[in-house]
């Protein structure tokens, strides 16, 4: 191992934003406050500074991180705070993304952290059915051509979905996302996405809440976890393998750190920052409790060689691969998230469209979406009678026209099997109900791109199916029709 680095490296995120590698994550003041104690902005500044002075100036945090924006904001207007890059995040809950609820959420950010142009605005959505995501997006598009925002990210999209929002043309600079030993769901799809299209990762849960570190080698597994970072990350663990699956990993990263002369932590953090679409990692801070900023500098003072790779390929073989795509442990069963089942709190938001009963016929509800199509050709977007829910034939079509994912196949099945669980959920169901589709394609060669999106919704469901090619479809650049069959239990 060669001599630390006095600063860690550093990396162009996007056109004139240039970045630590190791980026200051600011999650854990939530976690330090949550017994109702608010830090000292003063002091936690402070701290801050004292990072931004040792070349860690890149700090991450969110609108719900307790007061991490307005510590932000203390260090931001004062002389150490030249040269500080400040991303933070909107999650709103869904619901209408007027202009007016987006620039609101932004200002709030603004005035909280004290600036008049935040660096990188990165935004979460929690339930892809509701299509306000892209509205939201586009109104942060301007936001930006207006001065307010710099650059916009994403954080928990999943490939499809960030996919989505690129072929709707929103300038996306990256995505932060969950990886880590642990969790390589990024290193696939989503890391060959970012590479074409020029999207950097942002990757959290490196140290998957500690775990990942010298201590827990060949340790007894623990009982009775108390900090939140630590109840999310013993999920993933299970999620893996276990206890047992875990000291596979760390065994072969305890040895490839023997051989270069560094810790666990390092090799692990090492591994995300040699993944090609990374751009940098995020490493919590306890603000004025503790600091690693020397360790963290060790990751820059070797590389994995041809040997190490195999090493931890052999281990990762004997682990059972996390479900599904990136930001799904928020959205979809096993919920991996330090609160565990989320299905109450995704329950809870409102359907985005109102069943209405049908005048006459004691068990049948309708649903329509807003089209315009819908009452001059007399139907609706989906019918219940009884337990049976039947959908119309659907098109990537958003509010009263717009066609989402002009010239991407893909993009548009996407949107259109979110429209079909929004209108299912609307009438009381849910896509885990669904028992039919019909996909309608203009061109039989989208088929496998098609296909691989119905596999990502119905893999584990399993309905029964029928593509056909079609002579065309009504609209210019349509390229996909679906239609869906459930039948619920409720």
Wanted: hydrophobic share 40%; charged share 25%.
């Amino acid at each position: 191992m060669s001599a630390p680095p006095s600063r860690p490296e550093r990396t162009e995120l996007a056109p004139g934003l240039e970045i630590s590698r190791i980026v200051t994550g600011l999650w854990q003041v939530a976690d330090m406050e949550r017994g109702g104690t608010l830090l000292d902005p003063v002091r936690g500044a402070q701290a801050m500074s004292e990072y931004a002075a040792a070349g860690f100036d890149t700090f991450d945090m969110a609108d719900h991180y307790g007061s991490a924006e307005v510590i932000t904001g203390h260090l931001l207007t004062s002389e150490a705070g030249n040269g500080v890059k400040a991303f933070t995040k909107w999650c709103p809950a869904p619901g209408p993304m007027t202009a007016a609820v987006v620039r609101d959420g932004v200002l709030r950010s603004l005035e909280r952290m004290r600036t008049p142009c935040i660096d990188l605005l990165q935004f979460h959505w929690w339930a892809f059915e509701h299509p306000g995501y892209i509205d939201a997006m586009i109104e942060l598009t301007r936001l930006r051509e207006q001065g307010l925002v710099r650059h916009l990210g994403l954080a928990n999209f999943d490939t499809a979905h960030l996919r989505l929002l690129l072929a709707e043309g929103i300038p996306i600079a990256s995505n932060q996302v969950c990886i880590s030993l642990l969790d390589r769901r990024a290193t696939e799809a989503m890391s060959v996405l970012c590479q074409e299209r020029g999207v950097r990762l942002l990757a959290y849960g490196v140290l998957g809440g500690g775990f990942l570190g010298e201590r827990w080698v060949d340790a007894p597994e623990p009982d009775n976890l108390s900090d939140w970072s630590k109840m999310k990350y013993r999920r993933f663990i299970d999620a893996i393998g276990g206890w047992p699956a875990l000291q596979e990993v760390l065994r072969a990263a305890r040895a490839i750190g023997r051989k270069h002369g560094v810790s666990v932590s390092n090799v692990a953090t090492r591994w995300v920052l040699e993944q090609p679409a990374v751009a940098a990692t995020i490493v919590g801070a306890r603000l004025g409790e503790s600091e690693h900023r020397g360790d963290n500098l060790k990751p820059f003072t070797f590389a994995l060689d041809g040997e190490d790779r195999a090493l931890l390929d052999a281990a990762f073989a004997r682990t059972k691969r996390l479900p599904g795509d990136c930001g799904d442990e928020y959205r979809r069963p096993p919920y991996l998230t330090a609160s565990g089942d989320l299905s109450h709190h995704l329950d809870s938001i409102a359907p985005i469209w109102s069943r209405v009963p049908v005048p006459g016929r004691k068990e049948r509800w309708t649903v329509d979406s807003g089209s315009v199509w819908e009452p001059l050709a007399g139907y609706s977007r989906a019918v219940r009678v009884r337990e049976r829910i039947l959908v119309s034939g659907t098109t990537a079509t958003h509010g009263s026209g717009r066609l989402i994912g002009q010239g991407d196949v893909a993009a548009q099945a996407t949107f259109i099997l979110d429209k079909i669980a929004a209108s299912i959920k609307a009438l009381g169901g849910r896509l885990e109900d669904v028992v039919r589709t019909r996909v309608y394609l203009v061109d039989a060669n989208d088929w496998r791109a098609v296909s691989e999106v119905h596999g990502a919704y119905f893999g584990h469901i399993r309905p029964a199916n029928t593509l056909l090619q079609v002579g065309a479809l009504i609209g210019d650049g349509y390229r996909v029709e679906i239609e869906a069959e459930a039948v619920t239990e409720t």
